[in-house]
């Protein structure tokens, strides 16, 4: 569920119609709705009511400020991956002690920097980590606690660039060194071992790889127990899917979810920590575009929208399906025809949808992507020399803009010419 509907004939953000955001701000935007941001992070708390927990946002989803600040004031806690991540979560009012550092190549400077400003736990991902996170510590005259990612070879079925817990993967230890590796970590100065950290992909839609992970993190935790390790917090991850077509089977839901976490590791006294990105932030967000021309092709027909691959990459980085909503809504039974929407930077890769069936669009119309509100924004870029695409948040009847469009002259400035050049 979200809130983005048709109301009056035009697409609403809840109580805003996104034409009167075009006309204030310009296209493209990301536009997401604070109600859905809302009701998406309480979904996940509740389906975990039954126990200890905490949800950690995961920032690398969507990382504006005002996003951070509305879920930390909910209660959520950050998964963050890089000392940008960690501060931006800091600067958005959440505490140290609901921030968990994760991530396969932290630096040293990162290990210090969320150690001086406060840190629930670090997720280390490999034995080189351990060494040095210990000698940041100490150097600092601290003891943070850590948990150790552990890569149980589950296959999540899902897209390869987001499968993140087979064996072949570049993410934690293999859980088959598990024992061997606590042991160490156990050894050295300046950690205290708290937990287990797995994490097996994204874009899940069926729960049983989370069955399969988990169970094997349950007879870990009591083999780290026997070894006299204090296992007190299982570190699940993030992963459930959000259904990016409207006509596809619906994901399993955060309750259900829930319920899968109780069976499998329910009885071991554990807090629960789990990292939502997506299922949060995905459909809580729509890129709102607006059309340029309709070029005709041999045998083919091409939308040109004023997005572009460097606002929204993931069709051009993982072949991602997000459906196109014209936001005039259309009487019923208009025919529609299939089009190839593109975008205006100069390559193939700049294509959206490939024969998606939309009504006739005149040139300044205005169309919504669905489901962007994760790993949008936050992957855009200035190539081609287009601006970074600006964003806005609705609440109810009112908007604000979260990130500014920059000019083409603060782009500029930017730049620095040697004086050798001059």
């Known amino acids: ?76 806690g950050m998964d963050v991956v890089s000392g940008g991540e960690y501060a931006r979560a800091r600067a958005a009012g959440v505490p140290g002690e609901r921030i968990v550092f994760s991530g396969v190549g932290k630096t040293r400077e990162e290990m210090a920097q969320a150690i001086r400003g406060g840190i629930r736990q670090f997720n280390v991902e490999s034995e080189p980590e351990l060494a040095a996170l210990s000698q940041v510590a100490q150097s600092l005259g601290a003891t943070v606690p850590i948990a150790v990612r552990v890569n149980p070879d589950v296959d999540a079925k899902t897209h390869a660039k987001i499968a993140t817990g087979k064996s072949e993967n570049k993410f934690g230890i293999p859980i088959a060194r598990a024992r061997e590796v606590y042991a160490h970590a156990a050894a050295l100065p300046g950690l205290q071992v708290v937990g287990i950290d797995m994490h097996i992909g994204s874009q899940l839609t069926d729960l049983e790889p989370f069955r399969q992970a988990y169970t094997r993190m349950a007879d870990l935790c009591l083999a780290l127990r026997a070894d006299g390790h204090p296992i007190m917090r299982l570190d699940l991850g993030g992963g459930l899917g959000i259904p990016y077509r409207r006509d596809n089977a619906a994901p399993p839901l955060p309750i259900e979810y829930g319920q899968v976490v109780r069976e ?45 691959m460097n606002d929204l990459i993931r069709p051009a980085m993982y072949d991602a399906h997000h459906d196109i909503l014209p936001v005039r809504e259309r009487a019923p039974g208009t025919d ?87």
């Open 336 to 422: 529609p025809a299939p089009v190839d929407v593109v975008g205006p930077v100069c390559e193939t890769g700049d294509t959206f949808a490939r024969g998606v069936p939309l009504p006739r669009l005149e040139d300044g119309e205005l169309v919504a992507f669905r489901s962007a509100g994760a790993y949008g924004a936050v992957m855009a870029s200035e190539y081609n020399s287009r601006p970074l695409v600006p964003e806005v948040l609705v609440a109810g009847d009112r908007f604000d803009v979260i990130r500014p469009r920059p000019t083409i002259e603060e782009m500029l400035a930017r730049d620095r010419i040697p004086d050798w050049l001059t």
């Open 1 to 76: 569920m979200d809130h983005f509907n048709y109301k009056g004939g035009a697409l609403h953000a809840e109580d805003v119609a996104l034409a009167e955001i075009a006309r204030a701000v310009g296209t493209p935007v990301y536009v997401y709705s604070t109600a859905t941001l809302t009701r998406h992070f309480n979904l996940f708390r509740q389906a975990l009511d039954w126990t200890d927990h905490l949800v950690c946002f995961a920032v690398k989803a969507n990382s504006n400020l005002a996003v951070l600040k509305l879920l930390g004031d909910l209660g959520a």
């Open 264 to 308: 499998t590791v329910g009885d071991l006294g554990c807090e629960i920590e789990i990292e939502p990105g997506r299922n949060i932030a995905g459909n809580a967000g729509v890129l709102l575009a607006s059309v340029i021309w309709t070029k005709q092709g041999e045998g083919r027909d091409f939308l040109i929208v004023d997005a572009a």
